[in-house]
T-cell receptor, first 112, second 109 residues
Framework: NAGVTQTPKFRILKIGQSMTLQCTQD?????MYWYRQDPGMGLKLIYY???????DKGEVPNGYNVSRSTTEDFPLRLELAAPSQTSVYFC???????????FGPGTRLLVL | GQNIDQPTEMTATEGAIVQINCTYQ??????LFWYQQHAGEAPTFLSY??LDGLEEKGRFSSFLSRSKGYSYLLLKELQMKDSASYLC??????????WGAGTKLIIKP
């Protein structure tokens, strides 16, 4: 049982490039989330999903897109990367919205 | 708006006791979580409170007062490995998790 896995662990992007952050969970959780965490700050919700085929915006969705074609996978797409998107990105999952969230190890993204 | 307040940083001595406070103002309340986050790592679950009172789990305890919009995390017999950030998060009326900015706890020998 791997829990929540994320790839890549670290990436450097040039301004204007695009990339996809991968997230997979093997706990059969309904809910999946993408957060970003800037240095010394709390977690900010980017997008979340309540099940396959259903996604919704969080607090800071601009510049990002998501899809949820299966229960297990919830990729985050960055289009036209900007320096403001330099951050650590965490994927998380939970069985129900009010239950414990389990986090992946994070992806550190640097946009130059 | 929704707001969760925690001290930014606290310092304590190895072997001592420390209390980390969290006050919240949210649209509704459906539970409060505490997570631990070591530097460079992901948050991990510590405790969950939905009813008033104290929940004890080994060296860690968490208290909730819904009427006061207040919670605290109590860490006893502090160890160096307890140096981490502690995140308070509240489940609001829409069952969304609202996160505080976290309290960085520094343990000194």
């Amino acid at each position: 049982n791997a829990g929540v896995t994320q790839t890549p662990k670290f990436r450097i992007l040039k301004i204007g490039q695009s990339m996809t952050l991968q997230c997979t969970q093997d706990m059969n959780h309904n809910y999946m989330y993408w957060y970003r965490q800037d240095p010394g700050m709390g977690l900010k919700l980017i997008y979340y999903s309540v099940g396959a085929g259903i996604t919704d915006k969080g607090e800071v969705p601009n510049g990002y897109n998501v899809s949820r074609s299966t229960t297990e996978d919830f990729p985050l797409r960055l289009e036209l990367a900007a320096p403001s998107q330099t951050s650590v990105y965490f994927c998380a999952s939970s069985y129900e919205s009010q239950e414990t969230q389990y986090f992946g190890p994070g992806t550190r993204l640097l946009v130059l | 708006g929704q707001n969760i307040d925690q001290p930014t940083e606290m310092t304590a001595t190895e072997g001592a006791i420390v209390q980390i406070n969290c006050t919240y103002q949210t649209s509704g309340f459906n539970g409060l979580f505490w997570y631990q986050q070591h530097a460079g790592e992901a948050p991990t679950f510590l405790s969950y409170n939905v009813l008033d009172g104290l929940e004890e789990k080994g060296r860690f305890s968490s208290f909730l007062s819904r009427s006061k919009g207040y919670s605290y995390l109590l860490l006893k017999e502090l160890q160096m490995k307890d140096s981490a950030s502690y995140l308070c998060a509240v489940v609001d009326s829409n069952y969304q998790l609202i996160w505080g900015a976290g309290t960085k706890l520094i343990i000194k020998p």
